[in-house]
């Protein structure tokens, strides 16, 4: 089971943007995710016509190791680890480690 997820609340942890907070927009592989406003960067984008982009220098979020970033807990309103319990009709949930919550309810 993935501890972190498209659509979670994270905090970077390590890095040059650690302390930054952000959604994550997508899962690139097993280890990597995108993170809103995290680990950008600038590119130099050509323009091209036939998909209508215009060209010039834009910013892009590149993806991160999810090593680097923590579930952010709203009950403790800081970075939290994640574990898994399994619920008594056999489901599987995560659960915050330093309250026992649940994240997604």
Do not use: C, W, Y
């Not at 905090?11 to 302390?19: E, L």
């Not at 091209?48 to 993806?63: A, E, H």
């Amino acid at each position: 089971m993935q501890h972190i997820r498209k659509g979670d609340e994270v905090i970077v942890i390590a890095g040059r943007d650690k302390g930054k907070r952000g959604t994550v927009l997508r899962r690139v592989d097993d280890e990597h995710v995108v993170v809103e406003g995290v680990n950008r960067v600038k590119k130099h984008q050509r323009p091209n016509p036939m998909k209508g982009l215009t060209g010039g220098i834009v910013d892009k979020d590149m993806p991160i190791h999810v090593s680097n970033v923590a579930l952010f807990n709203p009950a403790t309103q800081k970075a939290d680890r994640v574990g898994v319990k399994v619920l008594e009709d056999g489901r599987k949930v995560r659960v915050f480690k330093a309250n026992g919550e649940q994240v997604d309810a």
